[in-house]
């Protein structure tokens, strides 16, 4: 089978849940862009949707959430783009080596606020592992035969790894909460 990711393909190794945070860097040879991050990342999860950035070869992509707040760039802010200012995650990219240092909510949404990172940029040891995987389906839009799904749901199982097509029940909770009481179906106050 392809790689599913590095941090899955030979067994995930568990976070520091007192980890408080650390450095991020692009792929640039020099020069790399620095984000820092002052805290732990949450949600961590797989996510093999076409928008995440992944490591080359990789069906999946690992990417958790931070408060916005938590993130700066701290060096090589020049070399820093919006890949699309169109999309609901604004995916703030190394021009010269295209690796994604963050992703920001921007507009009207249930998750603005927070900000999407890959914590495989760091060489720091600590962060939260994943703790699911998300939009898997969605690598089969990306060329994956579908015969082959089965499999990839086993790894993601024998990893400790529930699967899910879109993102897990926590997260699909926020997002109907928000739109329910955007709608005024649900109160304001709960
Ligand atoms: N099948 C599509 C799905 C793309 C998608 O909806 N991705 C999610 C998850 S990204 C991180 O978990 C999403 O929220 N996207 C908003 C955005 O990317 O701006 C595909 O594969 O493209
Ligand atoms: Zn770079
Ligand atoms: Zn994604």
């Known amino acids: 089978m392809p790689s599913?990711?590095?941090?899955?393909?030979?067994?995930i190794q568990k976070g520091d849940p007192n980890f408080s945070g650390g450095k991020l860097y692009c792929h640039c040879p020099s020069k790399k862009v620095e984000v820092?991050?002052?805290?732990?990342v949450a949600h961590n999860h797989a996510c093999g949707c076409s928008k995440c950035w992944k490591p080359s070869g990789a069906l999946f992509s690992v990417v958790g959430v931070i408060p916005k707040d938590a993130v700066s760039i701290t060096a090589n802010a020049d070399k820093v783009h919006v890949i699309d200012e169109t999309a609901a995650i604004q995916r703030n990219a190394?021009?010269?080596?295209?690796?994604?240092?963050?992703?920001?909510?921007v507009n009207d949404h249930p998750f603005k606020?927070?900000?999407?990172?890959?914590?495989?940029?760091?060489?720091?040891?600590?962060?939260?592992?994943?703790?699911?995987a998300a939009f898997v389906s969605?690598?089969?839009?990306?060329?994956?035969k579908p015969d082959g799904m089965d499999a990839v749901r086993e790894k993601f199982?024998?990893?400790g790894?529930?699967?899910?097509?879109v993102l897990s029940p926590p997260l699909m909770d926020l997002i109907a909460t928000y739109t329910g009481q955007k709608s005024g179906k649900l109160p304001?106050?709960?």
């Open 36 to 40: 820092t991050l002052a805290s732990n």
């Open 4 to 11: 599913i990711h590095p941090a899955i393909d030979n067994g």
């Open 138 to 144: 969605s690598i089969i839009e990306q060329g994956f």
């Open 113 to 132: 606020g927070l900000d999407f990172v890959h914590t495989e940029l760091s060489d720091q040891k600590g962060w939260q592992e994943p703790q699911f």
């Open 157 to 159: 199982k024998k990893e």
């Open 161 to 165: 790894l529930q699967s899910y097509d």
């Open 94 to 105: 190394c021009k010269e080596c295209g690796v994604h240092v963050f992703g920001r909510i």
């Open 188 to 190: 304001a106050k709960l």
